[in-house]
């Protein structure tokens, strides 16, 4: 009987499979969360580039202004529930957000998703919890444009008319309902002097409507400034109001930052041509359309966006068929003088110049050339055909500069 229990205590059969008996439940629980470890990880990043994906399609979709709020979140939805079946069809994604902030040229999309366990049940839960965002912007820029027109005498006859095509155009293809509000413009016609029209009171600091010709239009004619704003776009106030020693001006004055098409399009049917050649004042008017710090003088929605404004981009197109050739402060230079200490100016403040000559001589076209600052940003029109080309060349790279955040 002792030597059987001996025997019995000492045969091992059987060991490795009580022992495997032992350890099989924690090697498998094991096994279980390293593979649902890594389950969980590869749904996340999935999920990741899922919304990912999602929230830039929805600021793709943002960037043109004609698609709604909703028709956005549609947008990134769909987009999301592509890429999840795609990339990985054991996720289970009930409840997913988008919020498209305009303010903020933003859409955020977040998503909460379970993943099933490989065992499940009782000894680990039933599925995983995965959750993400991401948040796009949008290149939703801005553009404020001023364009410089000459209407001296030199431009009569068809010369006004291809004038006309040409600004017209260039409107047509920067303000569309895909911008929006976004891209305004605005021109001022300039001659013997500018015509400042109802602006003009303001910038020179009267409290009355000045109708000296009794016509009913109030016409403004302006000069130039003195003084420490004499070569910027200081706010006109006391020391730094317009000068008032020009007689003569256009007929046409000047239309003030809008999107508004139609309200662009009639103000530069009106032009009509006379006088000589003020370029300076032309140049000094095209600034103050889109400085910020002429906010005061125009109506409310046509204020001027700050410099400090994100993704904004300001420019002017300066335009003559003539060498400038009236000044009225002849101290501070003549009209080529002034336009270009002006230039250089508005270039320091990154306002991009483009400059067209139409017909125009040497001279006009190196102040013209000078002003731009760059060979890229100057056109030489001797036609109407040429001068259409130059405001559509103009238009193209201003529509691509707004496509950049």
């Given at each position: 009987?002792?030597?059987?229990?001996?025997?019995?205590?000492?045969?091992?059969?059987?060991?490795?499979?009580?022992?495997?008996?032992?350890?099989?439940?924690?090697?498998?629980?094991?096994?279980?969360?390293?593979?649902?470890t890594s389950r969980e990880i590869s749904a996340g990043k999935h999920l990741q580039a899922a919304i990912d994906a999602a929230s830039l399609a929805g600021a793709r979709a943002m960037e043109d202004a004609s698609v709604s709020d909703e028709e956005i979140r549609q947008i990134?939805?769909?987009?999301?529930?592509?890429?999840?079946?795609?990339?990985?069809?054991?996720?289970?994604?009930?409840?997913?957000?988008?919020?498209?902030?305009?303010?903020?040229?933003?859409?955020r999309v977040q998503s909460d998703c379970t993943?099933?366990?490989?065992?499940?049940?009782?000894?680990?839960?039933?599925?995983?919890?995965?959750?993400?965002?991401a948040t796009a912007q949008a290149n939703v820029t801005k553009l404020d444009l001023a364009m410089m027109l000459d209407v001296s005498g030199s431009m009569g006859g068809s010369k006004i008319a291809d004038l006309k095509t040409a600004a017209i155009t260039a409107a047509q293809t920067l303000i569309t309902p895909a911008t929006g509000d976004r891209v305004r413009v605005s021109f001022v016609s300039y001659s013997t002097a500018v015509n400042a029209g109802q602006y003009g009171n303001l910038a020179l600091g009267r409290l009355w409507n000045d109708d000296a010709d009794g016509d009913g239009v109030g016409k403004v004619c302006v000069s130039e400034r003195t003084g420490s704003a004499a070569w910027n776009d200081d706010e006109p106030e006391l020391g730094k109001w317009v000068g008032a020693l020009a007689t003569s001006c256009p007929d046409s004055s000047l239309l003030p930052l809008t999107n508004n098409l139609t309200e662009f399009e009639t103000a530069i049917n009106s032009l009509t041509a006379g006088g000589w050649t003020a370029g300076h004042l032309g140049v000094a008017w095209s600034w103050y359309l889109i400085s910020p710090e002429w906010a005061d003088i125009w109506p409310t929605a046509s204020e001027p966006l700050d410099h400090s404004e994100p993704h904004t981009v300001k420019a002017v197109i300066l335009m003559t068929d003539?060498?400038?050739?009236?000044?009225?402060?002849?101290?501070?230079?003549?009209?080529?003088?002034?336009?270009?200490?002006?230039?250089?100016?508005?270039?320091?403040?990154?306002?991009?110049?483009?400059?067209?000559?139409?017909?125009?001589?040497?001279?006009?076209?190196?102040?013209?050339?000078?002003?731009?600052?760059?060979?890229?940003?100057?056109f030489d029109a001797g036609n109407g055909q040429e001068l259409l080309d130059a405001y559509a060349a103009i238009a193209s790279q201003l529509s691509a500069l707004t496509l950049v955040s």
């Open positions: 009987m002792k030597q059987s229990l001996i025997a019995w205590a000492n045969n091992t059969r059987g060991n490795v499979a009580m022992i495997f008996g032992i350890i099989v439940v924690p090697v498998l629980l094991v096994v279980a969360f390293a593979v649902d990134a939805l769909n987009s999301l529930t592509a890429n999840l079946q795609s990339s990985h069809s054991d996720m289970a994604c009930a409840n997913a957000a988008v919020t498209v902030n305009r303010a903020a040229g933003t859409v993943v099933q366990t490989l065992i499940g049940g009782g000894l680990t839960p039933d599925e995983m919890s995965v959750a993400n965002a003539g060498q400038f050739n009236r000044e009225y402060i002849s101290a501070q230079g003549d009209s080529n003088t002034q336009a270009k200490r002006m230039c250089d100016e508005m270039r320091d403040q990154d306002v991009v110049i483009y400059a067209v000559a139409f017909q125009a001589p040497t001279s006009a076209k190196n102040t013209l050339k000078d002003c731009a600052g760059a060979e890229s940003r100057f």
